[in-house]
């Protein structure tokens, strides 16, 4: 179920949805791949899909912009949002998780043959509500007076991506389910944070939060149903494989309060919060 690398011997028609996405992926514009995404999921319902053609990965992924500087996270500089700079700099960090999990869509996509339409249908509908989450953030941070790339940016996101190419189960694992969980848990306390700080803008940063967390419930559950998806096919227990998975790829530790409302309603059953709730 992993893309390899070799083209399949029947070359895709032009308008098909994995080759297209391929192409916004390599786009380092962050306003034309919104464009881009945003195109594929006004045709998401005419666009034909080849499961079964696999692509070879071509260089330059993903396309991202020269600026902001990629950093690891133990090197990123502490602001407080209770400062204008501190508050953009915290937008900023958000937008570019945003940006990230664009390419992350994007990339599950193109990625991984031999799953059903409704797969491939799902991740774009995922990407499109990223590209939003992103412009909104975006259109906030200009609207201050910054922009995205005025700082510095980990790499986080996209080093699970990377690490998990070569396996469809592990990507749903991983990146789904434990780094964007992760923000199910992580928004509701910057919320609470925002509020305090007396601000327009942090307020509209409160609203636009409500936005992520509500799509970002469903961007789980859709990385929850793949992975019990391909668990089934290969006859494997999803809390166990889950775990050797994390073991495997090295998955970071999860840190509470859990947000356990939120991942209930993205499909975590009761086995798994204890689980998750234990190791927080």
Not at 69 to 85: A, G, K, N, V
Not at 190 to 215: E, F, N, T, W, Y
């Amino acid at each position: 179920m992993t893309a390899t690398p070799a083209f399949s011997n029947t070359a895709p028609p032009a308008s098909e949805l994995r080759q297209l996405t391929l192409h916004a992926l390599l786009e380092p514009d962050p306003a034309q791949k919104v464009l881009l995404v945003q195109s594929l999921q006004a045709q998401a319902t005419t666009l034909a899909i080849a499961p079964n053609a696999s692509f070879s990965a071509p260089p330059g992924l993903p396309g991202c912009p020269q600026r902001p500087e990629l950093r690891t996270h133990l090197d990123m500089p502490r602001r407080s949002p209770f400062t204008p700079e501190g508050l953009a700099a915290l937008l900023h960090a958000v937008a570019h998780i945003e940006f990230n999990a664009i390419n992350l869509a994007l990339d599950a996509i193109w990625r991984f043959d031999a799953m059903p339409l409704a797969y491939y249908r799902d991740w774009l509908k995922v990407a499109d509500e990223e590209a939003l989450h992103f412009s909104l953030l975006r259109a906030l941070l200009q609207s201050m007076g910054y922009d995205y790339g005025d700082f510095p940016a980990h790499t986080g996101l996209w080093d699970m991506t990377q690490k998990t190419e070569g396996d469809v189960l592990a990507r749903m694992a991983l990146v789904p389910r434990t780094l964007e969980a992760r923000g199910l848990d992580a928004t509701p306390p910057m919320q609470a944070k925002l509020r305090r700080v007396v601000s327009p803008d942090a307020l509209r940063a409160v609203a636009i939060l409500d936005i992520l967390l509500r799509d970002e419930i469903g961007h789980v559950a859709i990385g929850n149903h793949w992975y019990r998806h391909v668990c089934a096919l290969r006859g494997l227990e999803p809390l166990a494989t889950y775990a050797a998975l994390s073991q495997q790829y090295g998955a970071p530790r999860l840190k509470g309060p859990l947000n356990l409302e939120a991942r209930r309603e993205a499909g975590f059953d009761a086995a798994e919060l204890a689980l998750l709730s234990a190791s927080a």
